[in-house]
């Protein structure tokens, strides 16, 4: 069974840094994409990053350019995103989401359960 | 960026009825358009996937169809299971934007 479970996510003052983790099972973690999306309290989905299978290409929101960095380790089975420089406007659920992205073919198949940021002093 | 705008932005309807989302595309592309179902508390769910292929495991009461700039997600006999909120996506190029959402309520 494709099992995607998030981690690292709490409360953070403005500023501060926190590292979410997402642990993989059931599949064959290092053949896929990852993405990390997020939802602030009561709105819509927003990407915010992605990483292909073998952590070579990584691509970013501008609203997080510069602040985030997504990383993976084929060996764990696990994905990561590195926050710094918080900000109250990245309060949000922040799930992590399976691509197979196949001949350009890309879509979110499986997403972890999510994780709750909140930014505030 | 390609901006995604979904309408309408909620929707009321009853069991068994026939509903159809819009999804409009601020540039052309094929079919990388995704279409997600979410629950109140839940992570999103994929139920179609390059404009018009059905995940599996979904009901094929769900279909989509489109190309370009415009698309639908269209529910045939609504179940209640299907009164949620539903996201179009792009995965034409980066950043992988999502419309605002639809939310289907029941009347």
């Known amino acids: 069974e494709v099992q995607l479970v998030e981690s690292g996510g709490g409360s953070v003052q403005p500023g501060g840094s926190l590292r979410l983790s997402c642990a993989a099972s059931?599949?064959?973690?290092?053949?896929?994409?990852m993405h990390w999306v997020r939802q602030a309290p009561g709105k819509g989905l927003v990407w915010v990053s992605r990483i292909n299978s073998d952590g070579s290409d990584t691509s970013y929101a501008d609203s997080v350019k510069g602040r985030f960095t997504i990383s993976r380790d084929n060996a764990k089975n696990t994905l990561y995103l590195q926050m710094n420089s918080l900000r109250a406007e990245d309060t949000a659920v922040y799930y992590c989401a399976r691509d197979p992205c196949t001949a350009g073919v890309c879509y979110f198949n499986y997403w972890g359960q999510g994780t709750l940021v909140t930014v505030s002093s | 960026d390609i901006q995604m705008t979904q309408s309408p932005s909620s929707l009321s309807a009853s069991v068994g009825d026939r509903v159809t989302i819009t999804c409009r595309a601020s540039q052309s592309f094929r079919t990388s358009l995704n279409w997600y179902l979410q629950r109140p508390g839940k992570a999103p769910k994929l139920l179609i996937y390059?404009?018009?292929s059905l995940q599996s495991g979904i009901p094929s009461r769900f279909s989509g169809s489109g190309s370009g700039t415009d698309f639908t997600l269209t529910i045939t006999s609504l179940q209640p299971e299907d009164f949620a909120t539903y996201y179009c996506q792009q995965t034409d190029s980066t950043p992988y934007t999502f419309g605002q959402g639809t939310k289907l309520e029941i009347k």
């Open positions: 390059a404009a018009s």
């Open positions: 059931g599949f064959t973690f290092s053949t896929y994409w």
